[in-house]
Structure formats: C-alpha cells, structure tokens
C-alpha cells in the first residue's frame, strides 16, 4: 500500500510555482495577483481565506482580500465584482462560498470574467472543461489529477468509479478521468446498487462528505482509493469519507484524510491564478 502524500506533492508543486512567479516578475515586472472576496463572517470561510492569502505570500504573488459586511447587498457585491474584472493587477477573481442567503451565489459567480475564474466554476469554464478544451480546471478535481500524476498512476484503460456527482467535485473530476481514458462511472444517492459498483473500481474517488462511508467491503484488492472527503466524527476528529484503517490494507494506493487531497485545493487556485496572468 502506497499513502499518497499531498502535503508533500503540494510542496513540490508550490516551488514551481514559486519559481515560476520569479520569471514571471522579471519578465514583466509585477507578479500575478489574486482578489478574494468574503461576504459575513462564517468561521470556516474566515480560516480559508486567511490560508489562500498566506499560500499567495509564500509563492510571492500579489493578494488583496475584500471582506464586506453580511449586510452588503446584491448590487453592491456586483459593483465590486464588475471593479476587479477591469483591474489590470487582477488575474484572479475568488469569491468565497458559501454566500450570506440573501445574495444570489450564481449570479454572482455568472458575473466574474471567465478569463479571471480560477475557481473554474463559471459555465464557460466547465463548458471548456467537457468538450475537451479546459481552461480554468476546478481546484479539488485538478488536485485530485496531479495526485494521481506525480504518484505514477494513468487512468488510461482503467475502470474509475467516482462516488458523489456535486458541481464542485463529483461532475468534473469524473470530466478529468474520461479524458484521460478512464473508463467512468458515476454513483450517487440514487444508484441502487452502489457497493457492487464500487468494488469493479481500479480508481475509487469519494465525494460524499460522510464520515466512515466507504468501507472494505466496497474495496477491490489493488484499487487506488482518492478520498475527497472532509468530515468530523463522532469525537470531532476530523476524517474522510473513507474507514482508513481498515480500507487502506487492500489498496495500492490511497489517500488520507488530512493530507491528503486536502493540501492540493489552494495550491491548483495558485496554479490557476499563474495561468491566468500568462494569458494576460
């Protein structure tokens, strides 16, 4: 059994993009800049934000974090929006979810310039990403392929099974293994016959958010297992969709929780931010 480091992978990639920042400051003589926009005060968006802000200093990119009250309105978050789609020093437009409940999450994710999506949630972005011409991948999905990658494992041929079909994760990380070869399925609260599915799995992606979920039984002998998932249980430990301890034995590859896939979600937003300033 193979544990698949993303704290480690994610380093490695964030040198490179480190160094990458270097060349592209000495070639133009500003470096690529992130806006990240927070609406309230949720504890959890707070910790983010303040991670995707640290993670920008240490590639050496430029970061301006915008928070605005949980009052702000519909118009005035647009207005703001609309601002950071003309500055030229903004190469990435970020706006943390989720949104206070008055405010319209897809209208405003609609208005941010899909040049400057390096969430890769806007419709022109994931059109790009299913007729096989991405441009801007979503983070956790991109992690997930660079896990996979830099670990030696092609989904070329392969049976890929991937358990949750969300937006942010499920849709487009099955996208990713169909365009690598894989040979997809998609299981989700209505498959009916779920366990079986999963045991055919050479590649077993869980995107559910519930703790202890895939269990051995589920498991082929040999298959890579990518846990997406990040939950708490019963003590408030934090924990992934997958029983480690007892899934792990029988893979050939996986990935904990934390550490796993986790430590890959900013480090894909950075890359993707370097590619947006590139195209500039």
């Known amino acids: 059994m193979k544990l698949i480091d993303g704290k480690s992978i994610s380093a490695e990639i964030r040198r490179e993009i ?3 920042c270097e060349a592209f400051r000495a070639s133009h003589g500003y470096v690529p800049g992130l806006a990240v926009v927070i609406v309230g005060d949720d504890p959890a968006s707070q910790i983010y934000v303040r991670n995707k802000r640290l993670a920008c200093e240490e590639v ?4 301006v974090v915008h928070a605005l009250p949980a009052s702000t309105t519909q118009a005035e978050l647009l207005a703001l929006i609309d601002a950071l789609n003309e500055k030229p020093d903004v190469h990435g437009i970020l706006v943390q979810l989720p949104l206070p409940k008055h405010l319209d999450e897809t209208e405003v994710l609609l208005r941010i310039n ?7 949630f806007h419709p022109y972005n994931v059109g790009q990403l299913i007729i096989g011409n991405p441009t801007f991948l979503p983070c956790t999905p991109a ?3 660079e896990l996979l990658k830099r670990s030696g494992i092609d989904p070329s041929g392969k049976n890929c099974v991937v358990i949750g079909r969300s937006n942010i994760v499920g849709k487009p990380i099955a996208a990713l ?10 299981c989700h609260r209505k498959t009916k016959n779920t366990e079986e599915i999963a045991r055919s799995a050479d590649i077993l992606v869980s995107a559910v958010g519930r703790a202890h979920f895939l269990t051995a039984d589920m498991v082929k002998p040999g298959a890579v297992v990518i846990d997406v998932g990040m939950n ?18 029988l893979t050939s590859a996986i990935t904990p929780v934390p550490g796993g896939v986790g430590p890959m979600t900013i480090t894909m937003l950075l890359a993707n931010t370097l590619k947006a300033a590139l195209r500039e």
């Not at 899909?114 to 890769?120: I, Q, S």
Request: hydrophobic letters at 35%.
């Open 18 to 20: 480190r160094t990458e």
């Open 143 to 145: 992690g997930i392929m």
């Open 177 to 186: 293994l169909l365009a690598a070869n894989g040979t997809v399925t998609v």
């Open 60 to 63: 050496g990119f430029q970061s």
């Open 114 to 120: 899909p040049k400057k999506d390096v969430d890769g």
């Open 232 to 249: 708490r249980d019963e003590n408030g430990k934090l924990c992934g969709d997958v029983e480690f301890d007892e899934v792990a034995p």
